[in-house]
């Protein structure tokens, strides 16, 4: 499937000509060079990469039968991958590539002893560009298990993130802050010649907006996975896919938020810190009392949880957040994962002094709230 034709010449197949496999393709490598001498340039193991990840996306186009790879016009390909090394390419001040030799870096930390470089790729993001260091190291790391303080997360629009221990957080909205002056630089965009010097220029500026605006959204989103994680030893979320969210009338807001980007974001801080996390079943959380476990009806526009059963009243998403935790809590408990039946967290490893009816105690260090 071609959807675009060279000026120069063109290779004309048949349409009963089978698509060529990646051993093949692999094999005419060095043809390739001979008649394209600028391909010498380029270190024989990058096109191999480049090739495999050419087959592994028309592997998937033929899986699911639409969304066929396409061309990359000049300036599309923002990645290179160097997938092996004779010695440790890393140094303090340089990172050594094949073919293009040491270049200066910014190394934020260095690489652990023990460890070895596996692979570099060179990633282009607007003007800047970066390297991410794959390492390995022959460790096994077992997958936290449940103990300690549980914590429920309920995640919105209205408060970014609300807390089974009381704690909320505005969402700071980073597009919509900086949507203003992203619509300036796009209309000042619209109306430079294509392929032109002034239109790179503006397009560079749109880039490092959207840069920016990616990594305050992802900056924030690491503090607030820090700050749960020491706030409680077990995270608990729900399980929804914000992808349907988002193509709603609310799907900018939703965009803007990332709450699926915030959910791998905690998951991976969790297990980097040793906090277990787990998701459950988002349905009816916000119409149930985390108290009674009676079912309490309420619109959106209703903001304040109170139960006519068992007259408890809170915050409808601190609420929410406590059924998350209640149900995280039972998903634990089972004879399956635990190897013993508990009915709250008292009885967990680790586990602290917690109030009776599934109501636990928040600790001292409370969630950081982003600035005003």
Not at 20 to 32: T, Y
Not at 286 to 311: A, M, N, T, Y
Request: aromatic share 8%; with cysteine; net charge positive.
């Amino acid at each position: 499937m071609v959807d675009r034709c060279s000026l120069e010449k063109e290779y004309i197949l048949s349409p009963e000509l089978k698509f060529k496999s990646e051993i093949q393709q692999l094999n005419n490598l060095p043809k390739a060079k001979k008649e394209f001498p600028r391909l010498s340039e380029v270190p024989s193991q990058v096109l191999q990469q480049t090739i495999k990840q050419l087959h592994k996306g028309w592997e998937y186009f033929q899986k699911r039968g639409f969304g066929a790879p396409r061309f990359k016009k000049f300036g599309q390909f923002k990645s290179l991958l160097f997938p092996q090394f004779q010695e440790n390419p890393v140094t303090n001040l340089h990172v050594k590539l094949p073919k293009i030799g040491a270049i200066p870096i910014n190394l934020h930390r260095p690489i652990p002893t023990g460890f070895m470089v596996k692979q570099v790729r060179i990633l282009r993001k607007a003007d800047k560009w970066y390297a991410s260091i794959s390492l390995q190291c022959d460790v096994s790391v077992p997958d936290p298990m449940p103990h300690g303080h549980p914590i429920g997360v309920d995640v919105g629009l209205e408060k970014f993130l609300a807390t089974s221990d009381g704690v909320l957080v505005k969402p700071p909205k980073f597009f919509k802050q900086l949507q203003s002056k992203l619509k300036l630089l796009q209309r000042r965009l619209s109306r430079k010649k294509k392929r032109s010097k002034n239109y790179e220029k503006q397009r560079l500026q749109v880039a490092r907006l959207h840069h920016k605006i990616d990594n305050t959204r992802k900056d924030f989103h690491y503090k607030q996975a820090h700050a749960l994680c020491d706030a409680g030893d077990m995270v608990f979320m729900e399980d929804l896919d914000y992808r349907i969210t988002a193509k709603g009338m609310f799907g900018k807001q939703m965009l803007d938020a990332a709450f699926g980007q915030f959910r791998s974001i905690v998951k991976y801080v969790c297990w980097k810190r040793g906090k277990f996390f787990s998701t459950v079943d988002a349905k009816g959380t916000s119409q149930q009392c985390p108290e009674c476990g009676e079912e309490v009806k309420k619109d959106l526009s209703v903001r304040i949880h109170d139960c006519p059963h068992c007259k408890y009243k809170t915050d409808r998403d601190v609420a929410a957040g406590q059924n998350i935790r209640n149900r995280g809590i039972k998903l634990i408990s089972t004879v399956g994962q635990m190897g013993k039946e508990t009915a709250c967290a008292d009885e967990l490893p680790g586990a602290g002094v917690i109030q009776s009816r599934q109501v636990s105690q928040p600790r001292q260090g409370k969630t950081r709230k982003p600035k005003k």
